[in-house]
């Protein structure tokens, strides 16, 4: 089975530039969840999908970040424009439906993440 | 949002038995217990969820006391590749949101 895809691996951008980063969750996967790791941290949850529906933004800076997943599969997070405390690794996260068992019992699993270092 | 305490860091020697040991005071009554382990580079892996009491899989053991209020991963016999971050999480509602915390970075040495 294959697992979560991200791409770019790496990325480094100039602060005020604008970045994507692209998400393919597992295959079957209803939930799809965007992820800020800042070193030395734990991932921060910043928006989370079922299907093409936002479940989750509450902790998305959405005066510069945003997420779509238009067809309830691939998704796409961007920041237009990056601050120098953007610099993180972007992880995303896929479960298989997170109406199907509640309370936290979905097992997500992670892609390898996006390092992006704003300069 | 239930968050989770755990020590920041732990030094073990290979072969040895690791405990962790994570309190979560604010659990709700059906919420899970769940832990991951991040290698550096790589994103977090599942490694073992529980309600309550004793579960164990073929790479751990979470032991979970009647109360609820705190859980211990148990790594039998780890080894040099044991070394990452381990987070435990607590599910939030019926949203299946985490809060991951600062995890437990583990040292194994040889």
């Known amino acids: 089975e294959a697992g979560v895809a991200q791409s770019p691996r790496y990325k480094i951008i100039e602060k005020r530039q604008s970045v994507a980063f692209w998400c393919n969750p597992i295959?079957?996967?209803?939930?799809l969840y965007w992820y800020q790791q800042i070193l030395g941290q734990g991932p921060k949850l910043l928006i989370q999908?079922?299907?093409?529906?936002?479940?989750?933004d509450s902790q998305l800076p959405k005066d510069r970040f945003s997420a779509e997943r238009l067809k309830g599969v691939d998704s796409t997070l961007k920041i237009q424009p990056a601050k120098l405390e953007d610099s993180a690794v972007y992880l995303c996260?896929?479960?298989?439906?997170?109406?199907?068992?509640?309370?936290?019992?979905?097992?997500?699993?992670f892609g390898p993440g996006t390092r992006l270092l704003v300069l | 949002l239930a968050k989770t305490t755990q020590p920041i860091s732990m030094d073990s020697y290979e072969g040895q038995e690791v405990n962790i040991t994570c309190s979560h005071n604010?659990?709700?009554?059906?919420?899970?217990i769940t832990w991951y382990q991040q290698f550096p580079s790589q994103g977090p892996r599942f490694i073992i969820q529980?309600?309550?009491t004793k579960v164990t899989n073929e790479v751990a053991s979470l032991f979970i006391p009647a109360d609820r209020k705190s859980s211990t991963l148990s790594l039998p016999r780890v080894s040099l590749s044991d070394t990452a971050v381990y987070y435990c999480?607590?599910?939030?509602?019926?949203?299946?949101?985490?809060?991951f915390g600062s995890g437990t970075k583990l040292n194994v040495k040889p």
């Open positions: 604010n659990i709700a009554t059906n919420d899970y």
């Open positions: 996260a896929s479960s298989l439906d997170l109406w199907a068992s509640g309370r936290g019992q979905e097992t997500q699993y």
């Open positions: 295959s079957g996967h209803a939930t």
């Open positions: 999908f079922q299907n093409n529906g936002v479940v989750d």
């Open positions: 529980g309600y309550k």
């Open positions: 999480l607590v599910g939030e509602g019926n949203f299946n949101k985490f809060y």
